[in-house]
């Protein structure tokens, strides 16, 4: 039997509370295996903070449509350039807003919740869906954390490797494709109102 891979939270939080900066870089490096989980959920967690969701979100959103491609695909590990890996983490943000998921998750960890693994390619489609509809500027109660939380699911489901939770962010993503497109109209109405002031 295949060895469950140990929760990659716990690493987690000892790198965000150790002392000094912390680059993206080190984060990755310490990953390992499980570096889509990771970038996903690092990728997808400022959109839940306020004040921070509208400017990141579309963002955040490409970001991930890039990475779930390169998922879908089939690549072992993502590419980063060098440049962003250089980047510092804010560390007290990320653990704020992590520490806001893990309540969730903790109400998701049922004895059925099985670890083993994932699917990779149909997460990874649709980790690159949820980022399309994260990226899009939807004037809509929820419009960018919805998805966002959908993508720290389905983050979480590649770091613990729990096809469960992979299933219901799969679900929630269908859902909230659905709760976009039954606001269509309205939709289309902001866009043209945001493209006429902005030719005016």
Not at 48 to 58: D, E, R
């Amino acid at each position: 039997m295949q060895p469950t891979p140990r929760p990659f939270f716990f690493t987690l939080h000892a790198l965000l509370d150790a002392e000094g900066e912390i680059t993206l870089g080190e984060l990755l490096d310490a990953a390992g295996e499980q570096t889509y989980g990771l970038l996903v959920l690092l990728l997808s967690l400022p959109s839940l903070i306020p004040g921070l969701n509208v400017g990141l979100a579309p963002v955040g959103g490409i970001g991930l449509m890039a990475l779930g491609a390169q998922l879908a695909w089939g690549t072992p590990h993502p590419w980063v350039p060098a440049r962003i890996q250089a980047q510092p983490i804010h560390k007290g943000r990320i653990k704020e807003a992590l520490a806001r998921l893990e309540v969730q998750l903790n109400r998701l960890r049922w004895r059925g919740a099985e670890r083993r693994p994932l699917h990779r390619r149909w997460v990874g489609a649709c980790v690159a869906w949820t980022g399309f509809l994260l990226a899009v500027p939807v004037p809509l109660p929820f419009g960018n954390q919805l998805p966002a939380a959908i993508l720290c699911l389905l983050g979480a489901a590649l770091l613990e490797e729990r096809p469960t939770w992979a299933w219901i962010g799969a679900a929630a993503s269908l859902g909230n494709t659905l709760y976009f497109a039954s606001s269509f109209g309205l939709i289309v109405r902001a866009f043209r109102k945001a493209f006429h002031a902005w030719v005016s």
